[in-house]
Structure formats: C-alpha cells, structure tokens
C-alpha cells in the first residue's frame, strides 16, 4: 500500500476519534479506574480513604475480619509463593542426601539408603504433622516455653468465597513479622526442615543398621526430640527468649541429625572390616563418587531455599536485599569450606581428597547457616573457611575413636553445626538486648550445649532401647552380603556388577 493511499485512511479516522472525544476509551493502563482519580489539584479526604478507594471491589466486603489492603494480599502473593519454592527446594536436598550417602557406601546398599531415605520424608511429613508441628509452633505451653501443647493438622488460614458475584476474603491469612503469609507454605518449608533433621542420621548408620529400626528412630525424632528443642528457639521457647540466634538452623537442625547420628554410630559399631583387630584403620570406599559429588551440588541447590527461603518475609525492597545476601555469604561460605578442607587434605594425605572437598563444601554451609543474616562477607569467608577445616579434623578424630561414620555426618553437621553457633556469637551481630560479644557468645554457648545434650539424652535411650530389643544391628551375614537382599530382596544393581565392585572384605577392602 503506497503511502498517499495509508494517509487517506488513517487521517479521516483520527478526525472521527477527536470529534467523538471520550467516546472511546483509554486502556486500562493508562486511563485509572473511576473510583481513585482524582483532580490534579485534590487530594484524597484521608489515608484511609486513599487506601480504601484504591482496593479492588468487594476485598474488604463481607467478614469484618477480612480487613486486607491491596498491598498486603498482593504482600500475601509473594511472600506464599517464595516461601514454596524454597519449601520445595529443601525438600529436593532428600535428593541429594541419597546421593551423597549412596555414593559414599557399598553398592550391596544402595536399596536400604533410598528406603531409609524416602521414608525419612514420608514418615517425617506424618508425624509432624500429627503432633511436631504443633510442639515445634505452640498454641499453648504445657510448659512455659520448654514444652508445647500437641494438636494434629494444620488450619486454613486465608480462604475465598465469592459473594454478590465478587471474591472477597472469608478469613484473614496468618500475621506475623509484618506480613502475611499462607500457614500451609510454612508447614510444607518447617516439615522440609525436620526430614533434614532425620535424614542426616541415615549416613551415619549406614550399612548396619535394620531398616525396622530406622523406621522406630526416625518417627521419634522428627515426631518428639527435633519440634521439642526446635521450639525452645522458633518457637518462642527459653532459648529464645535468652536471645539465642540461629537463623536457619545451624544447631537447631543440624547438630541435632549429626549428634543423633553420633549416638546411632557409637551404639551400633563399625562395619565388618573397618578396623583390624589391633584398631588399625582400615578405610572402605564409597563405590560411585560421580553420584556422591553430583549428591553435593544438589545439596548446594537446596540450600538456597534453605537459608534464603528462612527470611521467610520476601516482598518489598529491604527484604528482597537482605534474601539475597544471605544467599551470598551462603556461596562465600561453601566455596571457603571446599577450598580449605581440599588443602589440608592434601597437605596432611599427599593427594587432593575429593570426599574431605565435598564434605569441606558442606561443612561450610553448615556453620553458615545460623548467621547467614547476620555477618559480613569476610566473616563468611572466614566461618566457611573453618568450618572446611572442621570436618577434615572431625574425620580423623572418628578415626583415633574407632566411630564408624561413613558419610561423615556428625563432622559435617554434628561438628560444624556447633561451630555455626558458636561462630554466631563471635561474629554475628548483636541481636535486640544483648549489650556484648561476651554476653552473645555466653547465650550462644549455653543455648548450643543444651540442645546437643537434649539429642544425645534422648537419642541414647532410643538407641539403647532398640539394642535391648534386637532391633538395632543386621547379623554378621546380612551385612556381609548386603543389605539389600536381607532387608528388601532386591538388588539396585545387577548381582555380578555388585560382586565386582565390593572387593573382599578379608582383604581389608570393600
């Protein structure tokens, strides 16, 4: 079409569109609707009356409680969002825990892992459900801020009904650190945390242990010992209360997996042909180090739901920044741990040891767990740095003590997870009526003491109970022979690949 015929088209037609004037509208978005514009010279009657009238129709009809402005539900939006992404991203760290621990062991195990593993989740989601929940979360004290009172499920917080052909809320959404957010996003991102909690333990145990048992301890400690200490902190408890800081569970998690896999370890002792009859150390490697490696990057992953994602407020813009920054000391922290634990592997065993570098990767990001928020870059470099070093120093403590751990749990998170909190009160900043670095380190101590001594207590009777009762260690011959086969009749892989992958055990090897 030639210019002079498009010009005799389209001049006619704007002619018509100014002489009808106002006829046809303006878009939506350049046009406000009727109900908030206002003259360029007026101004609303009052706050109030500028917040009401720039709602959208019918949000606040209906129950009175229903008082949301738009900025609060579109805050309700976000923060519910993330907070399930993050939920769903600790939730894929189960994931890498297998891989990890499946890497790290026989091949005649791997069955037994997963088992253990998935059910970590499946049982763990049931029973805090049922009752952690609520012991972690109190309504009530049974106890002032030691023990919480038990109720089952969880309630819906915010809810839509449509009245008069118009959505309105029919109840408020949950309140709480200034915004609102969905009480099922919560629960989802809490129960990640306790399978985490639990599934920890499973490497410690490793190739020993009946699954029996396994069920039986992990229902105790994400149904009871984890939501109980867990609540003397986010729960508003006596330690809370002490100003004790532990952002996204350094201890709180952490410490109580690694310290109950401690206990799980000591009560069961070392696997056939770990150590000689003279305790000579007699190491027995992991038979896939691309799954244990690939294991540790999807742990990565997950922690930034983990830490992150414990911000649990994303919307607006101090929010926003602060999520991302723990984010960063998070990466500063890991990458420090791998680096530090990789050079003095090597410096102390001649080669670069991938295992102590992708433990030392992990043992950074669990010291930085509990003060991600609160520290600058150079002390994450530093708090990851020697949370790397930990874990090598932890391994060969285990070694010296004749402890069988053989994914390196309690260094990992037992140990570190102690340092994380610890580290909190050195180098954290000074939490709301704390005066001095002697006075947080003083709560920090005392608050990290107490739940490892709660875990161990509690995690030895459990222990000692199952080895009363025969339902702790497979005999000599199911280990032997795996405990795939014995546990779960079946093979992860082929029988002849098992068979040439797991060398003798006589020889010392597996």
Known sequence: MSWSRMMRLVVPCLVFSFAVGGMVPAPP????????????????????????????????????????SYDDGNDYAINTLIMFICAVLVIFMQAGFAMVEIGLN????????????VMDFCVGVLLFLFVGYSLMYPGEWISEGYLGSPNSFISRDAQVEEKDGVEVWAAAPTYSDGAYASNSADFLFQVAFAATAATIVSGAVAGRLKFGGYLVYTAILTGFVYPISGSWKWGGGWLDQMGFQDFAGSVVVHAVGGFAG??????????????TASGKSVPIPGHNLSMAALGVFVLLVGWYGFNPGSQLTYSGALNAE???????????????????????????????????????VLGGLVAITANCDRVSQVDAL???????????LGILLLDKL?????????????????????????????????????????????????????????????????????LLRVSPQEEQEGLDIHEHGMRAYPDQWVASSDFSVASGQQ
């Not at 998170?413 to 005066?435: Q, R, S, Y």
């Open 382 to 392: 530093i708090i990851g740095g020697a949370g790397g070093l930990l874990v090598v």
């Open 262 to 275: 401690l206990i799980g370890a000591m009560f069961l002792g070392p696997r056939i042909g770990r150590y």
């Open 402 to 470: 004749r402890i069988d751990d053989p994914v390196g749990a309690w260094p990992v998170h037992g140990l570190c997870g102690v340092w994380g909190g610890l580290a909190t009160g050195i180098f954290g900043d000074l939490p709301d009526g704390i005066e001095s670095v002697g006075q947080f380190f003083t709560v920090q101590l005392i608050s990290t003491a107490a739940i490892v001594a709660w875990t161990c207590v509690t995690m030895a009777i459990v222990f000692g109970l199952l080895k009363a009762i025969g």
């Open 29 to 68: 978005s350049i046009l406000p609707p009727a109900s908030v514009a206002v003259a360029a010279d007026e101004e609303p009657a009052s706050e109030e009356a500028a917040a009401e009238e720039s709602n959208p129709p019918g949000w606040n009809d209906g129950d009175p409680v229903a008082e949301l």
């Open 106 to 117: 026989s091949a005649k195990n791997v069955v037994n892992i997963l088992s253990k593993n």
């Open 322 to 360: 602060a999520t991302t920054y723990i984010a960063l000391t998070t990466t500063i922290a890991a990458a420090a741990g791998g680096v530090l634990a990789m050079l003095l592997g090597w410096g102390m065993f001649g080669k670069p040891d991938l295992t102590m570098a992708l433990n030392g």
